[in-house]
């Protein structure tokens, strides 16, 4: 019979760890939010991501979405025709190459869209309202600058990160 490891003082504590305490916040609203668009507008959480990049960045191509989104390129083609199929959005073949298709919004897409951001935003004014103002600058400020080294973190690969290459 197997015994268990004996707990480490020195290893990871999955509840203290930022990445996953910072995954539980999102999580735990994204569930009502994605449960709202699931249900009201029959969306995927990848229709939805696609749908909020077209809302801001019109005639938008597969690959600009899949940035914007961190889809890979299938799930964007799946996404994109289940919104076409809805009628929220319109795929046009690019001028040169049809795989650089142009991907709008419609009207109904719109409408839809305003309906699940008015929900996100009585998310965000929820927990946003917990905070002081001097508290939402700080993790305005804090976010600005961990989006921008977990893109390094993302860049450089694990490998850096072991190799002592990826400390600041």
Same mark, same amino acid.
Not at 3 to 29: I, K, N
Not at 36 to 55: D, K, N
């Given at each position: 019979?197997?015994?268990?490891?004996?707990?480490?003082?020195?290893?990871?504590?999955?509840? *203290?760890?930022?990445?996953?305490?910072? &995954?539980?916040? $999102?999580?735990?609203?994204?569930?009502?939010?994605?449960?709202?668009? %699931? @249900? =009201? &507008?029959?969306?995927?959480?990848?229709? /939805?991501?696609?749908?909020?990049?077209?809302?801001?960045?019109?005639?938008?191509?597969?690959? @600009?979405?899949?940035?914007?989104?961190?889809?890979?390129?299938? $799930?964007?083609? +799946?996404?994109?025709?289940?919104?076409? @199929?809805?009628?929220?959005?319109?795929? +046009?073949?690019?001028?040169?190459? +049809?795989?650089? #298709? $142009?991907?709008?919004? =419609?009207?109904?897409?719109?409408?839809?869209?305003?309906?699940?951001? #008015?929900?996100? %935003? *009585?998310? @965000?004014?929820?927990?946003? %309202?917990?905070?002081?103002?001097?508290?939402?600058? =700080?993790?305005?400020?804090?976010?600005?600058?961990?989006? *921008?080294?977990?893109?390094?973190?993302?860049?450089?690969? /694990?490998?850096?990160?072991?190799? %002592?290459?990826? =400390?600041?």
């Amino acid at each position: 019979m197997k015994q268990p490891a004996p707990a480490s003082d020195d290893g990871l504590t999955l509840s *203290a760890w930022l990445p996953y305490r910072l &995954f539980l916040v $999102a999580a735990q609203v994204a569930r009502p939010l994605e449960s709202f668009y %699931g @249900e =009201t &507008f029959g969306l995927s959480q990848a229709g /939805w991501r696609i749908l909020a990049v077209i809302a801001e960045r019109d005639a938008a191509n597969a690959s @600009e979405i899949g940035r914007a989104c961190a889809l890979d390129p299938f $799930a964007v083609s +799946r996404g994109v025709g289940q919104l076409v @199929e809805l009628g929220f959005a319109l795929r +046009r073949p690019g001028k040169t190459d +049809r795989r650089f #298709a $142009a991907v709008s919004i =419609t009207r109904s897409g719109r409408t839809a869209f305003n309906r699940i951001a #008015a929900l996100g %935003g *009585a998310i @965000e004014a929820r927990l946003l %309202g917990r905070l002081s103002p001097g508290e939402r600058a =700080t993790l305005d400020s804090a976010l600005t600058r961990l989006e *921008a080294e977990s893109a390094r973190i993302d860049a450089g690969g /694990w490998r850096a990160l072991l190799d %002592g290459a990826g =400390t600041p």
